[in-house]
């Protein structure tokens, strides 16, 4: 017994093609929606020359280097804080559990924002066992994008560990809110950190891996 062969037609071809670029569509734009990182720039600071390296952090988070540079010169007191705290590792698997799209990033909370002992009723509140520090803002400072200041509660002189980013202009910080540098690379990455519709505060939260003070290899 013979079988036929049944030649596509040509109609039936191009829906046989139309399907298979469809189904590379869908795989490619799955791949894209489940890796956040596939299009940033990551950053290798030992090939960047700084002008005060001993300035410099470098903040390490899932899709790469986000490199800060310090200004004691405008808040000594805050800086020497934030130095203190990365020294002693004390950011690293700590939670950025406050995010506002477009606006802000914040981590720092050492009490309640750590991975290992994320606790959701309480993060935001916690602090590091150091104590308080008194607000710094007498100092002229443009709160522009990629500027980094520390958090406080409603009152002034109640910084402590926690810290933001702010990812637009924010004017209204200026004379409010305590700076201690500027992102000057990686603003693009601080960018994928997760963050919610419904709410500021970040269930499942995207986590800090770890912040160095910067030293050359």
């Given amino acids: 017994m013979m079988i036929k062969k049944v030649k596509a037609t040509l109609s039936e071809k191009l829906i046989l093609i139309f399907l298979l670029i469809l189904a590379i569509f869908v795989l490619g734009f799955t791949i894209i929606i489940k890796n956040k990182c596939l299009f940033v720039k990551d950053f290798n600071p030992q090939t960047i020359n700084f002008d005060k390296p001993e300035n410099i952090v470098v903040l390490n988070v899932e899709c790469g280097n986000v490199i800060i540079e310090l200004y004691p010169e405008v808040s000594p007191k805050a800086v020497e804080r934030f130095k203190t705290l990365i020294k002693t590792n004390s950011y690293d698997n700590v939670a950025f559990h406050r995010v506002i799209k477009d606006k802000l990033v914040q981590a720092g909370d050492l009490e309640y924002g750590k991975k290992n002992k994320l606790d959701y009723g309480k993060i935001g509140t916690g602090k590091s066992g150091l104590g308080t520090i008194n607000s710094e803002i007498d100092a002229e400072f443009d709160y522009r ?22 990812l637009d202009d924010e004017p209204l910080f200026e004379g409010e809110y305590t700076p201690i540098g500027k992102v000057i690379y990686g603003i693009k990455i601080l960018e994928k950190i997760k963050y919610s519709r419904r709410s500021e505060y970040v269930l499942r939260p995207d986590f800090i891996n770890t912040i160095r003070m910067y030293r050359i290899n």
């Fill in 145 to 166: 994008k990629g500027s980094v200041g520390l958090a406080r509660t409603l009152k002034y002189n109640t910084e402590d560990s926690q810290f933001f980013i702010i």
